[in-house]
């Protein structure tokens, strides 16, 4: 009597092909298991990373501004007050004074930059708007005899949108730097910071009424090499030139993914 013949759906090769498709596709779900619980691990140690920076730099700009510059306001003030009473009576002791104002002034200045190096990335945490605001109102309140103003298109927040973090900080340290500069060396008394967003480029534009650019090339300035810089990082473009009232202008372009 014939047997009847097994069908390709019940032989032990089909069988054994469907037991190591299972195990292969078991192994590649464990395997992509774990790749997600490494991307999740990764991004809690940047989550961290970042915390703990956060706090460092908290803890340097307070040490900055609560210590170091109050010592040196101090160190100022009772300089100043030795130069006035030992004008007429000491000349050359007044002189000596006056030495340590200046000092003291070069300093706190040094003491501003540092400060402007670090709480750009502070702003920079909740998107370019608000970055910008928090970095123009610090000067207002450092510079109260200054005028600055900020202008950003569009206005709302939600319309400008948020980039990646670093694009965002290097937005903010370009016009960290470009107000220092102005304030600083340009002895401005008033700057403008224009923030303009379309959908591939964001504009930033940092205008001053200073006394202009100086004669020797721009180029050789540790601010201007900066800004370049974290432009270039952004594959970004920057220029300065000579203002409609006279100042620097400081011209940024970013690219806005």
Do not use: Y
């Amino acid at each position: 009597m014939t047997q009847p013949s097994q069908s390709p759906a019940s032989s032990p090769e089909h069988a054994r092909r469907l037991e190591r498709t299972e195990a292969e596709r078991d192994e590649a779900l464990r395997q992509a298991l774990i790749a997600e619980q490494q991307r999740d691990m990764a991004r809690e140690l940047a989550l961290q990373f970042e915390r703990e920076a956060e706090d460092l730099r908290r803890v340097f700009t307070g040490l900055l501004n609560d210590e170091l510059a109050g010592h040196a306001t101090a160190l100022k003030s009772l300089a100043a007050t030795f130069e006035g009473r030992l004008a007429d009576r000491e000349p050359s002791l007044a002189q000596l004074a006056s030495m340590m104002v200046q000092s003291t002034d070069s300093m706190l200045a040094a003491i501003r930059d540092a400060v402007g190096r670090v709480r750009p990335a502070q702003h920079a945490a909740a998107g370019v708007p608000d970055g910008l605001r928090a970095l123009v109102s610090d000067w207002r309140l450092r510079k109260p005899a200054m005028r600055f103003e900020l202008l950003l298109e569009p206005a709302d927040d939600a319309a400008f949108g948020l980039a990646s973090p670093d694009l965002e900080t290097a937005a903010c340290r370009i016009v960290a730097e470009a107000i220092g500069n102005a304030v600083d060396h340009a002895h401005a008394g008033m700057v403008v910071v224009s923030a303009r967003r379309t959908d591939s480029l964001l504009t930033l534009q940092i205008s001053d009424d200073g006394r202009g650019l100086p004669r020797r090339n721009m180029a050789e300035g540790p601010g201007l090499r900066a800004m370049r810089e974290l432009a270039d990082r952004c594959r970004g473009r920057l220029w300065i030139a000579t203002g409609e009232s006279g100042g620097a202008e400081v011209l940024a372009e970013l690219p806005w993914p």
